[in-house]
């Protein structure tokens, strides 16, 4: 496994433990507790996607 992979699966990894923990906070308290989360989610995935394309390239 190359570490472009190993990143692509940690950074999916880390977005769906924020998006599933920003969800739990929306419906539990309000939408300003789960959004910071949801939004960082939304970082981590734009990261996963971009190391993913970068292992591709290697490959």
């Given at each position: 496994?190359?570490?472009?992979?190993?990143?692509?699966?940690?950074?999916?990894?880390?977005?769906?433990?924020?998006?599933?923990?920003?969800?739990?906070?929306?419906?539990?308290?309000?939408?300003?507790?789960?959004?910071?989360?949801?939004?960082?989610?939304?970082?981590?995935?734009a990261?996963?996607?971009?190391?993913?394309?970068?292992?591709?390239?290697?490959?």
């Amino acid at each position: 496994m190359s570490v472009h992979h190993r990143a692509a699966t940690t950074f999916a990894l880390l977005g769906a433990l924020q998006a599933v923990i920003g969800i739990v906070f929306t419906a539990a308290f309000d939408r300003a507790f789960g959004a910071p989360l949801l939004w960082t989610a939304t970082g981590s995935f734009a990261l996963a996607w971009h190391f993913q394309r970068k292992a591709a390239d290697n490959a």
